[in-house]
């Protein structure tokens, strides 16, 4: 059945391949994104896919958002939490600051979205909520302990979500990809990358469009009984 979705950081990478997908499966997708306005434009006008613009650390403004985009499409049954960004250093060199940037938009964001739209699920009798984790979550990273945190905690905050939703017909699965062709990587230096790659048996990187497919299987109603699963997109990097 199509329903409307709602991706965070879903106009750029990762977050545009899931907007695609789910668009292409039917159902009504709105992205949001916090900075870029001049990416939003283009995506929007390329794919019709409607934009909206908040911090998705910010609870109110999530409260908000999900208001508008429930107004401007109807009741949201697909909430895609993939916005995240990276703010790498060692611990000795970190910054508060730089912890809690990426707490607020990569953990904090999930709470404050599932927060919004979960009322509506219950009543709906149906939800998906498919959260974006990362193989560092998993593993831990040199250089991202607050990344690593944030999507590690990803994971314990969807294993809770699907024992709380799976009687009113609500899963909250993980999907964690490994390194991705995008914008993201694009901060790391040539030496950097090459190791990377070097540690992936597949050896390359993954692409948007092969996480995406991931999350179109979970978000479908047909996809009722996988709940509280993560689902690892690495090319054989890191299996647990
Ligand atoms: N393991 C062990 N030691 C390491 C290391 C590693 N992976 N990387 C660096 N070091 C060591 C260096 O050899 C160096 O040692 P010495 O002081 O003895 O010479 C020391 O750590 C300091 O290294 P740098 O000079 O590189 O430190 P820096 O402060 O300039 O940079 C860093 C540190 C920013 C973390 C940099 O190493 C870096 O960018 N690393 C990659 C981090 C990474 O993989 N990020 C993933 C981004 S993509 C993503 O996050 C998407 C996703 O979900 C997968």
């Not at 979705?5 to 159902?27: E, M, N, P, W």
């Not at 650390?57 to 916005?83: E, M, P, R, S, Y």
């Amino acid at each position: 059945m199509a329903r409307t979705a709602l991706v965070t950081g879903g106009t750029r990478g990762i977050g545009a391949a899931i907007s695609q997908a789910l668009k292409a499966d039917g159902h009504t997708v709105a992205a949001t994104y916090s900075g870029n306005d001049e990416a939003a434009e283009a995506f929007k006008s390329q794919t019709g896919i409607s934009v909206y613009k908040w911090d998705v650390g910010d609870f109110d403004a999530c409260q908000d958002g999900i208001a508008k985009v429930t107004a401007d499409h109807g009741a949201i049954g697909i909430l895609v939490n993939n916005a995240g960004i990276t703010r790498d250093a060692p611990l000795h060199k970190m910054t508060p600051e730089q912890w809690q940037e990426v707490m607020a938009t990569n953990l904090t964001s999930a709470f404050n979205m599932s927060r919004g739209v979960i009322d509506s699920m219950r009543e709906q009798g149906f939800g998906r909520i498919i959260n974006i984790s990362s193989i560092n979550g998993q593993k831990g990273q040199f250089g991202q302990a607050n990344y690593a945190a944030t999507k590690a905690g990803v994971i314990g905050f969807t294993k809770s979500l699907a024992l709380e939703g799976a009687r009113k017909g609500i899963t909250a699965n993980v999907v964690s990809p490994g390194y991705i062709n995008t914008d993201m990587m694009k901060t790391l230096s040539e030496e950097i990358m090459a190791s990377i790659i070097a540690q992936i048996p597949a050896g390359r990187l993954g692409e948007a469009d092969e996480v995406a497919r991931c999350v179109s299987f979970l978000a479908a109603d047909t996809a009722g009984f996988i709940n509280g699963a993560t689902l690892s997109v690495n090319g054989a990097q890191y299996l647990d």
